[in-house]
Nanobody
Framework: LVQLVESGGGSVQTGGSLRLSCAASGYMVGPYLMGWFRRAPGEEREGVSVIGYDCSTEYAVSVKGRFTIPKDNAKNTLDLQMNSLKAEDTAIYYC??????????????????????WGQGIQVTVSS
């Protein structure tokens, strides 16, 4: 049974930083595609960032240059480092894991059906 548990969320002021972490059990983060997604209030869930089996990465246009997606194979964790946060980054953030050995690509950011397991989500609130 794959379990993904997010941590590190909370409230931060505009321009601040937060680091989310996703701890995986029953699953190895190294060989497969993984990603972070988010759902803002009143919006559909959308892709934020993905990392492929080869550590290739891709980001949503809205976060490119501000977010990074480091993976730690030894700790079996996937993080999301979020800098220069904006009010529009306020959302519930979800960690997702695929059973596929895919590259990190725009298609992987946009295609949620690629992901077989999801965390419960964690709230990030950015306010001025």
């Amino acid at each position: 049974l794959v379990q993904l548990v997010e941590s590190g969320g909370g409230s931060v002021q505009t321009g601040g930083s937060l680091r989310l972490s996703c701890a995986a059990s029953g699953y190895m983060v190294g060989p497969y595609l993984m990603g972070w997604f988010r759902r803002a209030p009143g919006e559909e869930r959308e892709g934020v960032s993905v990392i492929g089996y080869d550590c290739s990465t891709e980001y949503a246009v809205s976060v490119k240059g501000r977010f990074t997606i480091p993976k730690d194979n030894a700790k079996n964790t996937l993080d999301l480092q979020m800098n220069s946060l904006k009010a529009e980054d306020t959302a519930i953030y979800y960690c997702a894991a695929s059973s596929r050995e895919y590259y990190g690509s725009r298609w992987a950011v946009e295609t949620q059906r690629l992901y077989d397991s999801w965390g419960q989500g964690i709230q990030v609130t950015v306010s001025s």
